[in-house]
């Protein structure tokens, strides 16, 4: 394992570092410590390059004050050198809390402090608010990528945290976990692709909706026809198009809609105003008017390059029946069929997705408990868990919605 050096001199200035095997770790309290080019590089590498791990977005949540330590996310950036070369890279958060991470582990918080130990803080190599599945280990090797996770435990253990998690990973970061002994966790996503039974893209939003039963045909037809019906119509604006009178009408309606569920948003305006400076290709939103009066609307992330869209924000000033359902799937998936994009993933949970044809995925997690007893204990409810997860998706796959009879769709 590595060794710490002592001082910032023996690291050249960048703060506390250690040696693994012939890299150099240093732990960095911000991603602006970072060249964004060397990290972006990195993530270019990667087989799941989710745009939420560009180095834009993180430096938004940063510096917009959501992911900071006075919002109970303290950022120790782990990075690994060779001289002046990044070979490996993960935002890592101690956390006093576990909010705005969307893999519930307040079971396990509880264990603890049922047993007068302390959870908190924990380490957390995540995208804050984010679950979206993707790279997290950046690495330009599988050798730095082991090396970057056993970088990761030995500084919880000097840190004498109680544990690191490792929120939706890709399969690369999988097997390096595995490698260095974390240990696995499964939930399910509900992700809607651009392949229709049989082969081939979709060429139209009623070429989709053959595709399914009846019975969901027929659900879907009248859930737009509410809306409709109410007078509502939809347009779109993507990247640069997105007007600053635009974005601000998006934020109120997200606003509104977590301060009426009695909570505050994750995200300021500041974030989104960053992300409208620093990475405006990546966002599309759609909004929702009625007598010409815009009263609701979505935002999406989209990755023009792998044509991937994700189903991210929304929010509404009036009420109309059905209106999240349109603006939320129908709209974002008409656009991706007409544009091409083979993927819409829709976000955390939400069995209800699989109506409106968002199949259910599996997506991992890992994590590493200091104390030997709760990790063994961790350990068995896993593997129950686990058992518990495969029998929910078999249970998932006898709903599946789309006919079984491909052959017949033209």
């Given at each position: 394992?590595?060794?710490?050096l002592n001082?910032?001199?023996?690291?050249?200035?960048?703060?506390?570092?250690?040696?693994e095997?012939?890299?150099?770790?240093?732990?960095?309290?911000?991603?602006?410590?970072?060249?964004?080019?060397?990290?972006?590089?990195?993530?270019?590498?990667e087989?799941?390059?989710?745009?939420?791990?560009r180095?834009?977005?993180?430096?938004?949540?940063?510096e917009?004050?959501?992911?900071?330590?006075?919002?109970g996310?303290?950022p120790?950036?782990?990075?690994?050198?060779?001289?002046?070369?990044?070979?490996?890279?993960?935002?890592?958060?101690?956390?006093?809390?576990?909010?705005?991470?969307?893999?519930?582990?307040?079971?396990?918080?509880?264990?603890?402090?049922?047993?007068?130990?302390?959870?908190?803080?924990?380490?957390?190599?995540?995208?804050?608010?984010?679950?979206?599945p993707g790279?997290?280990?950046?690495?330009?090797?599988?050798r730095?990528?082991?090396a970057?996770?056993?970088?990761?435990?030995?500084?919880?253990?000097?840190?004498?945290?109680?544990?690191?998690?490792?929120?939706?990973t890709?399969?690369?970061?999988?097997?390096?976990?595995?490698?260095?002994?974390?240990?696995?966790?499964h939930?399910?996503?509900?992700?809607?692709?651009?392949?229709?039974?049989?082969?081939?893209?979709?060429?139209?939003?009623?070429?989709?909706?053959?595709?399914?039963?009846?019975?969901?045909?027929?659900?879907?037809?009248?859930?737009?026809?509410?809306?409709?019906?109410a007078?509502?119509?939809f347009?779109w604006?993507?990247?640069?198009?997105i007007?600053?009178?635009?974005?601000?009408?998006?934020?109120?309606c997200y606003?509104?809609t977590?301060?009426?569920?009695?909570?505050?948003?994750?995200?300021?305006?500041?974030?989104?105003r960053?992300?409208?400076?620093?990475?405006?290709?990546?966002?599309?939103?759609?909004?929702?008017?009625?007598?010409?009066?815009?009263?609701?609307?979505?935002l999406?992330?989209?990755?023009?390059?792998?044509?991937?869209?994700?189903?991210?924000?929304?929010?509404?000033l009036?009420?109309?029946?059905c209106?999240?359902?349109?603006?939320?799937?129908?709209?974002?998936?008409?656009?991706?069929?007409?544009?091409?994009?083979?993927?819409?993933?829709?976000?955390?949970?939400?069995?209800?997705?699989?109506?409106?044809?968002?199949?259910?995925?599996?997506?991992?997690?890992?994590?590493?408990?200091?104390h030997p007893?709760?990790?063994?204990?961790?350990?068995?409810f896993?593997?129950r868990?686990g058992?518990?997860?495969?029998?929910y998706?078999?249970?998932?796959a006898l709903?599946?919605?789309?006919r079984?009879?491909?052959?017949?769709i033209?």
């Amino acid at each position: 394992m590595g060794i710490w050096l002592n001082g910032p001199r023996s690291c050249g200035g960048w703060g506390r570092c250690l040696t693994e095997n012939d890299y150099v770790t240093r732990v960095l309290s911000s991603p602006l410590e970072i060249d964004p080019a060397q990290w972006n590089a990195l993530l270019a590498l990667e087989a799941d390059p989710s745009p939420f791990i560009r180095h834009e977005y993180l430096s938004a949540l940063h510096e917009s004050g959501c992911a900071r330590e006075p919002a109970g996310w303290q950022p120790r950036f782990v990075t690994l050198w060779r001289g002046q070369m990044l070979h490996a890279a993960c935002p890592m958060y101690l956390k006093n809390h576990s909010y705005g991470e969307y893999v519930f582990d307040w079971a396990w918080a509880n264990a603890y402090a049922q047993h007068g130990l302390e959870y908190y803080p924990k380490a957390l190599v995540a995208v804050p608010f984010t679950p979206v599945p993707g790279a997290r280990l950046l690495a330009d090797s599988e050798r730095a990528r082991l090396a970057l996770v056993r970088s990761l435990i030995q500084h919880a253990k000097d840190e004498q945290l109680s544990s690191l998690h490792l929120l939706f990973t890709q399969p690369q970061d999988v097997v390096a976990a595995e490698g260095a002994g974390l240990m696995l966790r499964h939930t399910v996503q509900f992700h809607w692709t651009n392949e229709r039974p049989g082969g081939g893209l979709y060429q139209g939003f009623d070429h989709f909706l053959a595709s399914l039963q009846q019975e969901k045909r027929k659900k879907i037809r009248q859930e737009r026809r509410k809306v409709a019906d109410a007078g509502v119509v939809f347009r779109w604006a993507r990247g640069a198009e997105i007007s600053a009178e635009e974005w601000s009408f998006f934020y109120r309606c997200y606003e509104r809609t977590y301060l009426e569920h009695g909570n505050a948003p994750y995200l300021n305006r500041d974030f989104f105003r960053r992300m409208a400076q620093t990475m405006p290709d990546h966002w599309l939103l759609f909004i929702a008017e009625r007598e010409g009066r815009p009263i609701a609307c979505s935002l999406i992330g989209i990755d023009p390059d792998r044509r991937v869209a994700y189903g991210r924000y929304w929010g509404a000033l009036e009420r109309v029946d059905c209106l999240h359902f349109e603006a939320c799937y129908y709209q974002p998936l008409a656009w991706c069929i007409e544009q091409g994009y083979l993927r819409f993933e829709g976000g955390a949970q939400g069995e209800h997705k699989m109506a409106r044809a968002l199949l259910p995925v599996s997506t991992t997690s890992a994590h590493w408990l200091a104390h030997p007893s709760f990790a063994d204990a961790v350990a068995r409810f896993l593997e129950r868990e686990g058992q518990g997860i495969e029998q929910y998706l078999d249970h998932l796959a006898l709903r599946n919605p789309l006919r079984h009879d491909p052959a017949s769709i033209n």
